[in-house]
């Protein structure tokens, strides 16, 4: 609505654009995008490149030192990280469409999430001009960061103090959040994570029943007898003899041609041929 002229029968400005999602649920979505976050294959399937990172999360203690940008990218070179930041900064191109002539003409690749504390400001300053770098406090975490696009596993980096902290923001098994009030994280369903070893065991296989076999009552291939053998010879059981019988008789009708072709190029079918041509000449004249 911005270029050439205006949009037809354009969006209202009352149109109800957010769905009301309950507190509690939306606690336990951040809390478990947090887990998601340490798990390596997930932030490699999310397209991270965290193959040099010693430990998911990565914990950085005196990133708040680091006044400077390039103090920081090379504190980050350090644990790993230069392999998603390069990647992030090869991945920005032109946005396709007409969202180019809207304030926003580049697309990029989400980089690393760096979480501080409230009273790391220098670290925020440090990192904002990082490209694909996003940085966000402790205490306002949200699942728009956490997972972008709805893809769990974002790659997340903590200071010590904001780590320290996740026991007072989220709280415990055994306490409730400090910051959230009537919050306690949800506690495991399964004790044993181990699916294959839970599935395979005696206790669970002596209660299933046996596999069922599927046993067809009548034939519902339509095969055509023309090019399926096996249907034609079911059909007609002279159709071997017949195949055969047909091919011999091209064979023969193949060799009698090749016979009469051979006569009529050798010396005396040439030699008859001209007589009968200088017969019919002599005739017409």
Known sequence: MCRKARMFAPLKIWRKWHQKCNTTQRRHAVASALAASACTPLVMARGHRVDNVPELPLVVDGMNGLTTTKALLTSLGQFGCDDDLAKVRKSRKVRTGQGKYRNSKYV??????????????????????????????????????????????????FTKAAFKSLNKVFGTYKSDS????????????????????????????????????????????????????????????????????????????????????????????????????????????
Do not use: W
């Not at 966000?136 to 980096?157: E, T, W, Y």
């Not at 076999?213 to 096996?230: C, D, F, S, W, Y």
């Not at 051979?262 to 041509?277: F, I, V, Y």
């Open 178 to 285: 400090e910051q959230k009030k009537g919050y306690q994280l949800n506690r495991t369903v399964m004790a044993c994570t181990d699916l294959s070893r839970i599935i395979n065991s005696d206790q669970v296989q002596a209660k299933l029943r046996g596999v069922r076999q599927n046993i067809r009552a009548h034939n519902k291939t339509k095969a055509n007898p023309l090019k399926n053998k096996a249907l034609m010879l079911r059909l007609n059981p002279f159709a071997t003899k017949q195949a055969e019988l047909i091919k011999a008789r091209e064979a023969d009708r193949h060799a009698k041609k090749a016979a009469v072709l051979k006569a009529k190029r050798a010396k005396a079918g040439r030699q008859a041929k001209t007589k009968r041509t200088g017969l019919y000449h002599q005739l017409q004249g």
């Open 108 to 157: 990029m690749r989400k980089g690393p999430l760096l979480i501080h504390e409230d009273d790391e400001g220098e670290v925020k300053r440090a990192a904002r001009n990082l490209p694909g770098v996003d940085t966000c406090s402790v205490r306002r975490l949200n699942i728009l960061q956490l997972a972008p696009g709805g893809h769990l596993g974002r790659f997340l980096i």
